[in-house]
């Protein structure tokens, strides 16, 4: 049941996505791909709806719980918690893989050498990356 909840707000999310926003999909996919993160963890859906979220109005990172999580959670008929839980998992995976070594190609992402970024600022460092 939950499986086709998920599947039918990103078949949902994939049919209003635009051009630009199209483009942006196809490279967190290649990004997260690189790092080892697959869709098949409920958090990488919520992490590209998180990213999609707050490119189109990075405001919301300043009340990321209400004006990110509260949505990703409503489309995907979860909780807050949850969310933000699969977020982390993603998160731990991308870097225990190699993916922040992938974001500090750019020289202004050093800082997270020797860091874990929180969900937070993981969706923002993702949000930094793709509009380059």
């Keep these: 049941m939950m499986q086709n909840v998920l599947f039918s707000s990103m078949f949902i999310m994939h049919n209003i996505l635009s051009k ?3 483009d942006m999909t196809e490279a967190f996919q290649e990004l997260m791909y690189s790092a080892g993160v697959f ?4 958090g990488y859906a919520y992490l590209e709806q998180g990213v999609i979220l ?13 004006e990110i999580y509260s949505q990703i959670a409503r489309m995907n ?5 949850n969310v933000e839980k699969n977020i982390r ?4 995976v991308f870097v225990r893989n190699g993916g922040m ?12 050498e020797d860091k874990k970024p929180y969900p937070k600022e993981f969706i923002e460092l993702l949000v930094d ?3 380059g």
């Design 39 to 42: 869709r098949h963890y409920y």
């Design 54 to 66: 707050a490119m189109e109005d990075p405001k919301r990172l300043q009340h990321i719980c209400k």
């Design 129 to 131: 990356y793709f509009q």
């Design 101 to 112: 070594e992938l974001l500090m190609k750019r020289e202004r992402y050093r800082f997270w």
């Design 89 to 92: 998992t993603v998160r731990d």
């Design 20 to 22: 630009e926003e199209t």
């Design 77 to 81: 008929q979860t909780n807050i918690a």
